[in-house]
C-alpha cells in the first residue's frame, strides 16, 4: 500500500465515512436491509476506486486497508454510546426497570 493509498484511505475516513457516521446511535436502529446496502455500497466504491487494480472483493480491500465495514462500526458505536451512556451522571437514556405484570393479577 503506497502513500498515495495511505492518504486516499485517511481523506475518505475524515470526510466521507465521518458524514456516514453522523448520529449514528440516533438513526441506525431504522435502517432498512436496503438502506444498510447503500451505505455499505459508499464504502465500497471508495475502496474500489482508491486500490484500482489491487482491489479483489469488498472483503479482501477492508481488511488490506485495516477498515472495519460500516455495518460493524455501526454496531460499535451504539454500543459504545449506550455504554457510555448507562456510566454517565446524568444519562440521556434510563433502564426502565421491570414492571408488575398487570395482565393476570398477580405481581
Known sequence: MGMSTTFLIDVYIKEVRSTLEQAVPLWNGGLTKE????????????????LDNNYIGYQEACSLVGLESLDIRRKIICLN???????????????????TNTRNGKS
Open 35 to 50: 438502506q444498510r446496502t447503500a451505505i455499505e455500497r459508499v464504502q465500497k466504491t471508495a475502496l474500489f476506486i482508491i
Open 81 to 99: 454510546f449506550a455504554s457510555k451512556n448507562i456510566k454517565s451522571i446524568d444519562p440521556l437514556l434510563t433502564i426502565i426497570p421491570r414492571s
